[in-house]
Structures are given as C-alpha cells and as structure tokens.
C-alpha cells in the first residue's frame, strides 16, 4: 500500500495530519480498494458516527470519564466490526492507533483541553477514509 497507518507524530501535530490526510485522498485506486477489502459503507458510517461523537467530547472538553467510555466504546465497536468482517482488518489498523492515541492522552492528562488538537487531528483522518469508504467500499 502507498501508505502505512498513522504514526503518533501524524495524530499529534497538525502539519503532519494535514499531510498525512492528503496521501489518504490521493492514494491509488488499487490501493484503496485493497485497504477497504470488505468494509462495507454502512458498517463504517457507524463506526464513524460513534467515533465522531467521542472525538467532539475530547473536543468540547467537558468530563474525562465521559471521553474514555466513548472512545473504548469505539474501539470495542471497531474491533467487533472487523469480527463481523463488514470492517477490513487493514482499515481497523488504521482507524485503531487513533483512537489508541487520543484515548492514551485523556487518560494520562486528564485535561480534554491538552487534547483538543489531538481530538481534531484524528478527525481529519477519520473524515478522510470516510472519504475512501464511500468511494471504494461496498453498498
């Protein structure tokens, strides 16, 4: 594949996620469809969606607690995806070092604020293998 999943330093800074997403949005086709495999769009709609939904908590910067359910709800929900084989084991090797890296600074920082960034960043990749999904995956 053209590109690997995302490194820490991808997820944290916000160059590195503006670069990073735009490799995801000129990858070739071939290798877009080798990472989608059998991800299905409304399997990834939903993992979006409860994503999404815990990546704004971090951004919104209310209850700790609150964004670590969210975003262990959503690696559950990842993972049991993949179990279904509705998500691409490849496609889950991208999306999980994200969720993996914004959850690791709420649980160590416990101020949301700190990782706010971290929180849009993620999302900006999210988006953009949304973006693959709806073009390469199946209906």
């Known amino acids: 594949m053209s590109i690997r999943p995302p490194t820490s330093d991808e997820i944290v800074h916000s160059d590195k996620a503006s670069s990073y997403t735009l490799s995801i949005l000129t990858m070739r086709e071939a290798d877009a469809r080798r990472l989608m495999g059998k991800t299905t769009v409304t399997a990834y709609r939903r993992v979006h969606e409860v994503l ?38 490849q496609l889950a090797s991208y999306i ?25 960043n993620a999302r900006l990749i999210l988006d953009a ?10 209906p």
Do not use: F, W
């Open 52 to 89: 999404s939904s815990a990546l704004d908590e971090v951004e919104r910067g209310r209850d700790p607690s609150e964004a670590v359910l969210a975003l262990t709800k959503s690696l559950i929900l990842v993972k049991y995806q993949v179990a279904r084989e509705v998500v691409s084991p």
């Open 96 to 120: 999980e070092p994200i969720i993996m890296n914004v959850l690791s600074c709420v649980k160590e920082s416990r101020d949301l604020i700190k990782c706010r960034d971290r929180a849009r």
């Open 129 to 138: 293998l949304a973006v693959l999904v709806y073009q390469h995956g199946r």
